[in-house]
């Protein structure tokens, strides 16, 4: 199965982060990642992201990997 350009993976950080009443500057300062690349997260712009950053962002929004990503029906 060829891989889509764009791929079909949805971050839903924006929407937690509205949830939790939380800026991308103060989880940036939680996670320790630039805001400018959670930016890019967060405006599905990214092509791969590490696991170390995943996991510190579940851990400041107290959420799972499955909370922060879909995947949308072709």
Same mark, same amino acid.
């Given at each position: 199965? /060829?891989v889509d &350009? /764009?791929? #079909?993976? #949805?971050?839903r @950080? *924006?929407?937690l +982060? %509205?949830?939790?009443?939380l800026? @991308?500057t103060? @989880?940036a ?5 630039s ?5 890019? +997260?967060?405006?599905? #712009? =990214?092509? %791969?992201? #590490? $696991?170390s950053? +995943?996991? =510190?962002?579940? *851990?400041?929004l &107290?959420?799972?990997?499955? &909370?922060l $990503?879909?995947?949308i029906?072709?």
């Amino acid at each position: 199965m /060829p891989v889509d &350009d /764009p791929h #079909r993976v #949805r971050c839903r @950080l *924006d929407e937690l +982060l %509205a949830d939790r009443d939380l800026t @991308l500057t103060a @989880l940036a300062e939680q996670v320790g990642v630039s805001v400018v690349n959670l930016s890019i +997260l967060k405006n599905n #712009r =990214a092509k %791969a992201v #590490r $696991f170390s950053t +995943l996991t =510190a962002i579940c *851990d400041a929004l &107290d959420c799972s990997i499955g &909370d922060l $990503f879909e995947v949308i029906p072709a």
